[in-house]
């Protein structure tokens, strides 16, 4: 099993930056794909960036790409979301996820952490 803890959120103002931190427990994590997601009020949880097991070319929603960067150092067991440019529609509660790759399929998550964009 995969236990995931993010960290780093909290409140800004629009066009500030912040760092978004996942920690991972679990042998299997490095074999996993790492992802964020996440929840405005009212509304369902979207994808927001993503990248493989063995890096490359992460992906991003479309809302994000240019302003937001997924990265993952496997040797410590974490992933980050660095966050740039904010914006109030930004607002949300982000969730780190982690995919098995046979599965095809986000199995585990995090608690969530709350980004709060100002204007």
């Known amino acids: 099993q995969v236990q995931l803890v993010e960290s780093g959120g909290g409140l800004v103002q629009a066009g500030g930056s912040l760092r978004l931190s996942c920690a991972a427990s679990?042998?299997?994590?490095?074999?996993?794909?790492m992802g964020w997601f996440r929840q405005a009020p009212g509304k369902e949880r979207e994808f927001v960036a993503s990248?493989?097991?063995?890096?490359?070319?992460?992906n991003y929603h479309n809302s994000v790409k240019g302003r937001f960067t997924v990265s993952r150092d496997n040797a410590k067991n974490t992933v980050h979301l660095q966050m740039n440019s904010l914006e109030p529609e930004d607002t949300a509660i982000y969730y780190c996820s982690a995919a098995n790759p046979y599965e095809g399929v986000w199995d585990y998550w995090g608690q969530g952490t709350q980004v709060t964009v100002s204007s």
């Open positions: 990248v493989r097991a063995s890096g490359g070319t992460p």
């Open positions: 679990g042998r299997a994590f490095t074999s996993f794909t």
